[in-house]
């Protein structure tokens, strides 16, 4: 299984609301990532996890939240969000960081939307 | 400072024609290199990578590239383009400066073929 899935597909959400988003991947890897990726533009790191451990925030506000519940789930607690947070968020695994450089498995994303 | 530059916005090709997606490289130390494709509303696959030894390197979906390094680039090369090889393409090298655990993107490069 090479499959990294993300769900919910999309989301709308008011500025006010709490919602989550959910990564999992069953390959064995040890270093997952958080992206934001705004169209037509490169992906924008937010968050690497290694081993289930936090090691990298790229400077993300407080209303993202990010969580490694065990090695094969990341999840994304957002709240009191803003509409220009709106954006694909997406996820990604790799067999480990550092080392050998290893290539990213992504999940297909999901699409945020706050109104 | 690690950083790779996509020179094109876009790239137009005809069906049958070769294509290539430029990329240039400025780095400290050895490169490592990678090409992702992105298609619409999609995350990003892996199609190859570099690290050392034969500058052309073979991936996914007859795709190669060509490392050079007198002139730090890293084009991506295809010998007849599909249209379904239409997507955006990022070239990718990964930061040893942060001990190999973040990728730098390019801005991307979109590319069309026309039937």
New interface residues.
């Given amino acids: 299984d090479t499959e990294v899935t993300q769900t919910p597909k999309h989301l709308v959400m008011g500025m006010t609301n709490k919602k989550s988003l959910k990564c999992e991947q069953h390959m064995g890897h040890r270093a997952m990532y958080w992206y934001k990726q705004k169209a037509k533009k490169p992906p924008e790191l937010m968050f690497v996890y290694s081993y289930e451990k936090l090691s990298i925030n790229e400077s993300v506000p407080s209303r993202f939240s990010p969580e490694c519940p065990n090695s094969s789930l990341l999840n994304l607690h957002l709240h009191a969000l803003q509409p220009e947070d709106s954006a694909l968020y997406l996820c990604a695994s790799s067999p480990r960081l550092g080392g050998e450089p290893y290539e990213q498995y992504f999940g297909p994303g999901t699409r945020l939307t706050v109104t | 400072a690690q950083s790779v530059a996509q020179p094109e916005d876009q790239v137009n090709v005809a069906e049958g024609n070769p294509l290539t997606v430029k990329c240039t490289y400025s780095v400290s130390g050895n490169p490592?290199l990678?090409w992702?494709v992105q298609y619409p509303?999609?995350?990003?696959?892996?199609l190859l990578?570099y690290?050392t030894g034969d500058n052309l390197v073979k991936g996914s979906y007859g795709f190669e590239a060509e490392f050079n390094k007198s002139q730090t680039s890293f084009h991506l090369k295809k010998p007849s383009a599909l249209v379904s090889d239409s997507a955006?393409y990022?070239c990718a090298v990964?930061d040893i400066n942060?001990?190999?655990?973040?990728?730098i993107?390019?801005?991307?490069t979109?590319l069309f073929v026309k039937a």
């Fill in positions: 490592y990678f992702y509303n999609r995350g990003l696959q892996f990578k690290i955006l990022f990964r942060t001990g190999g655990f973040k990728t993107f390019g801005a991307g979109r």
